[in-house]
Nanobody
Framework: QVQLVESGGGLVQAGGSLRLSCAAS????????MGWFRQAPGKEREFVAA??????????SYADSVKDRFIISRDNAKNTVYLQMNSLKPEDTAIYYC???????????????????WGQGTQVTVSS
């Protein structure tokens, strides 16, 4: 079983920054596609960003709402994926989850149901 643990959430003011980390335990981290999702109360879980693996290599993908503000990165040597969040807005407030997809070249990396493993989430609150 793969265990994912998020950290780095907290309370920040609008315009501030946070860096989330997701530490993975288990084997073959480098072969997993890693994604960040978020869920606000009363809303469905939505895609934020992904660091994926395809036949052509590795790449990143972002939701339009966070593009140019958030950056996803991964360090395979540390089995960790990061989400750098800049210029935070109140609407970014949510629980943020990291997820792992064992076959990243198959399926839709933006769809939560495609991911097999999930962390328990870390709360990000942005005050105005």
């Amino acid at each position: 079983q793969v265990q994912l643990v998020e950290s780095g959430g907290g309370l920040v003011q609008a315009g501030g920054s946070l860096r989330l980390s997701c530490a993975a335990s288990g084997r073959a981290f480098s072969t997993y596609g890693m994604g960040w999702f978020r869920q606000a109360p009363g809303k469905e879980r939505e895609f934020v960003a992904a660091a994926t693996i395809t036949w052509s290599g590795t790449g990143t993908s972002y939701a339009d709402s966070v593009k140019d503000r958030f950056i996803i990165s991964r360090d395979n040597a540390k089995n960790t994926v990061y989400l750098q969040m800049n210029s935070l807005k109140p609407e970014d407030t949510a629980i943020y989850y990291c997820a792992a997809k064992s076959r990243p070249a198959i399926g839709n990396i933006k769809r939560p149901s495609e991911y097999e493993y999930w962390g328990q989430g870390t709360q990000v609150t942005v005050s105005s």
